[in-house]
């Protein structure tokens, strides 16, 4: 049954093949040169029509790709006492700064160039807590896009991070609470 089907198909396709390049078809826009020999005009030459593809609705217009917007760097300032440090932004990941075990770190951040949040969603994975309460807090940008909080390092000795999510953006602040013994510390800003 299949081989039949499959026979008849292609006898189907012979013939129509045949018949259409014998029969006297022009393609749109092809155009046959005559002969002006005899008062009789004869076709002097008929070019094959090629075959086309035809669809049966208009294809859809898809929009270009937009490329994805390049991540605003924060800045970041982290007062110790009386002293405010300023630590560079490396590719998301602030450098590190020395901290007291259970000191209050006021940290404020910016984004003055990001127009594209309007809010900031601040966790601390390792320990700690913001502004005295949970691990985590959503904060809205101010009109100068900053946000400004407490963190408190709670948990014992070494590393603390701070998890800044705006949007699918991620940046960290890292802390170190010193272990006591220097060697086994790593280097910090102080």
């Given at each position: 049954?299949?081989?039949?089907?499959?026979v008849?198909?292609?006898l189907?396709l012979?013939?129509?093949?045949?018949?259409?390049?014998?029969?006297?078809?022009?393609?749109?826009?092809?155009h046959?040169?005559?002969?002006?020999t005899?008062?009789?005009?004869?076709?002097a030459a008929?070019?094959?029509?090629?075959?086309?593809?035809?669809?049966?609705?208009?294809?859809?217009r898809?929009a270009?790709e937009?490329?994805?917007?390049?991540?605003?760097?924060?800045?970041?300032?982290?007062k110790l006492?009386?002293?405010?440090?300023?630590?560079?932004?490396?590719a998301?990941?602030?450098?590190?700064?020395?901290?007291?075990l259970?000191?209050?770190?006021?940290?404020?951040?910016?984004?003055?160039?990001d127009?594209?949040h309007e809010?900031?969603f601040?966790?601390?994975?390792?320990?700690?807590?913001i502004?005295?309460?949970?691990n985590?807090?959503?904060f809205?940008l101010?009109g100068?896009?900053t946000?400004?909080?407490?963190f408190?390092?709670?948990?014992?000795?070494g590393s603390?991070?701070i998890v800044?999510?705006r949007?699918t953006i991620?940046e960290a602040?890292q802390?170190?609470?010193?272990?006591?013994?220097?060697k086994?510390?790593p280097?910090?800003?102080?």
């Amino acid at each position: 049954m299949i081989l039949s089907v499959a026979v008849l198909g292609l006898l189907l396709l012979v013939v129509l093949t045949w018949k259409f390049s014998a029969s006297k078809i022009t393609p749109l826009g092809a155009h046959t040169e005559t002969s002006a020999t005899s008062s009789n005009r004869t076709t002097a030459a008929q070019p094959r029509p090629s075959l086309s593809v035809a669809y049966a609705s208009v294809p859809p217009r898809i929009a270009p790709e937009q490329p994805m917007p390049t991540p605003v760097p924060g800045q970041a300032s982290v007062k110790l006492g009386e002293k405010s440090l300023s630590p560079k932004n490396n590719a998301g990941h602030f450098e590190r700064i020395a901290v007291k075990l259970n000191q209050s770190v006021p940290i404020q951040l910016s984004w003055p160039e990001d127009n594209t949040h309007e809010d900031v969603f601040v966790q601390a994975v390792h320990g700690g807590k913001i502004d005295n309460s949970g691990n985590s807090k959503r904060f809205s940008l101010t009109g100068d896009k900053t946000i400004s909080f407490v963190f408190t390092p709670d948990s014992g000795t070494g590393s603390y991070e701070i998890v800044l999510r705006r949007g699918t953006i991620e940046e960290a602040l890292q802390f170190w609470v010193p272990t006591g013994n220097p060697k086994a510390d790593p280097p910090t800003l102080k």
